[in-house]
């Protein structure tokens, strides 16, 4: 057991320091920013100071164990720990939510709110990737709900109540499967429930018993990831958000749905994964070029952007679905180069929209000239995006199409598989390709002055603090890649004993 409460120290800290926020000057809107992005990037230090001095690279045991008991009579503890799948995503989450604090810093309506909505995100997000009792990690997921639900209805769009709702609805009604799975995972075959990960692992269920549990599971990561048709909710919540939100959409709330998978349904239930895995392998190389059709047929940047994102999860569907140690890691990889990505592509067309008002790609045109610094910033995401080589995501999924061709399946099922990924592939530079053409060349349109002004310091900053690590992964993947190495090797051994 760990001494000092580290992780308890990193989930709590945010939305500890955000209930003093109420307390401060209603207009003193810079005390309120410079405050709250402190308060992150204090909190993205600790968990600096944690991965860099506290965690063990090869150990493939839960570090930092912590255990407290919260309600008897459910057996619900305070269970914290981290490894190799979950330091890498809680790092991530310090990164792009500090850098998304400081993207907020144009925001004036109700401040004390806003800044206090993002701390409190900031602490659910830490304690979902932390959490080791399932019932923990069930309010973790709920925790993040109302925050973005009043994110989006006070500091959203035009059709902020629509994209609200519908957000809602499907993230909160999915949400209770997790609940149900886990209910029945704790119940059954004991005398006194229990929610530890630990313990849960030892559990054997029979296998439609695991089906009935996985498909539950399944179900609320559906939409959070999002898997085909759940989809729906996610570019209608980028459309009308506001582009640090959607920096924390894109960035972290997309993750837990496959940190999620991987957590529970990979490691708690092995033997129904095995049979969920192929159809996880065909739906996501199915998703993949779906969602990069419609990204193309787009008018909308932010929706563009958003249906891109929904086609990158394509892959991590594919790399779960493996089964192998290549694919899995490519998976974990995807999901950290996409919030990387995705973080920035919204951040860009944020600022863009600060300048041009409008989100209609045919509104705009024209505007390279006028912005240059946005223009070589937005290009150079852009083809991160189409993972050209040397950036995170060529990395990423040359290690899940090799996944691919290491599997067990046959011969036909990995050429149509590889093939489809092909075509998705191929589909991405040309949506954004044209995103960027009909955005910054071509004629000027009449909304279009030469009164704007170029990306700031500010601006040029987060840019460049998303960009450079996209760059570094890409050319060293190994450095990340070493995190949760040993973990996914013992995973795999874990369970082919298990089947033995």
């Known amino acids: 057991m760990n001494q000092f409460p580290w992780l308890t120290l990193i989930v709590l800290f945010p939305i500890s320091a955000g209930l ?39 150990n493939h045991y839960i570090q930092l164990k912590e255990d407290y008991n919260w309600i008897n009579f459910m057996d619900f503890h305070w269970r914290l720990g981290i490894d190799g799948f979950s330091i ?31 701390l409190a995100m900031y602490s659910g997000q830490i304690g979902l ?33 629509y994209a609200a709702t519908k957000f809602i ?9 997790i609940l149900i799975g ?10 006194t429930s229990t929610f530890n990960f630990q313990n849960l692992i030892n559990n054997t269920y029979p296998l439609e018993l695991e089906i009935i549990i996985y498909l539950s599971f399944l179900i609320a990561y559906s939409v959070k990831l999002p898997i085909l048709p759940f989809h729906t909710w996610l570019p209608d919540t980028h459309g009308e958000a ?37 159809w996880l392998i065909g739906i996501g190389a199915i998703q993949i070029v779906y969602a990069a059709s419609v990204s193309l047929s787009q008018r909308n940047l932010k929706r563009r952007i958003a249906y891109s994102s929904v086609s990158h999860m394509g892959f ?43 989100l209609f790609l045919n509104q705009m045109g024209g505007i390279a000239a006028l912005m240059p610094k946005i223009f070589a910033l937005f290009t150079s995401s852009s083809l991160a995006s189409s993972a050209l080589p040397g950036t995170s995501g060529f990395a990423a999924e040359l290690m899940i199409f090799l996944a691919i061709v ?14 489809i990924q092909g075509i998705g592939i191929i589909l991405t530079p040309i949506y954004l390709l044209s995103m960027l053409r009909q955005m910054f060349y071509g004629l000027k349109y009449h909304n279009i002055s030469t009164s704007f002004f170029d990306a700031g310091p500010r601006e040029i900053f987060i840019s460049f603090c998303l960009f450079i690590p996209i760059i570094f992964i890409g050319f060293y993947p190994n450095f990340v890649l070493s995190i949760w190495d040993d973990k996914t090797n013992y995973l795999f051994l874990q369970n082919a004993l298990q089947k033995s």
């Not at 290491?406 to 093939?419: A, G, L, R």
Request: glycine share 8%.
């Open 20 to 58: 003093l926020i109420p307390f401060f000057y209603s207009k003193g809107n810079k005390i309120i920013r410079w405050y709250t992005l402190g308060v992150c990037l204090l909190e993205f230090l600790l968990i600096t100071y944690i991965f860099c001095y506290k965690y063990e690279f090869s």
């Open 242 to 278: 506001h582009y640090s939100t959607c920096m924390l959409l894109a960035g972290i709330l997309l993750k837990m749905g496959g940190y999620g998978l991987i957590r529970i349904n990979m490691e708690l239930l092995p033997r129904a994964h095995s049979v969920f895995a192929p």
């Open 316 to 358: 991590v569907l594919i790399g779960i679905g493996s089964m192998t140690n290549i694919g899995l890691s490519g998976a974990i990889l995807q999901m950290i180069s996409h919030g990387l990505i995705g973080a920035l592509l919204f951040f860009l067309s944020g600022i863009s929209y600060d300048r041009t008002r409008t």
């Open 129 to 161: 990737f932390a959490s080791q009792d399932i019932l923990l990690f069930f309010l973790m997921w709920e925790l993040e709900l109302l925050p973005i639900y009043l994110l989006l209805i006070i500091w959203g769009g035009k059709c902020r109540l």
């Open 406 to 419: 290491n599997t067990n399946h046959s011969v036909i099922f990995k050429i149509i598989i590889v093939t």
């Open 88 to 118: 890498g995503l809680i790092l991530l989450t310090g990164f792009v939510t500090t850098l998304a604090t400081l993207a907020a810093w144009p925001i004036t309506k109700n401040p004390r709110l806003f800044y206090f909505l993002m």
């Open 182 to 191: 886990a209910l029945i995972m704790a119940s059954y075959q004991s005398n």
């Open 169 to 177: 609805l499907y993230t909160a009604g999915s949400s209770i499967f």
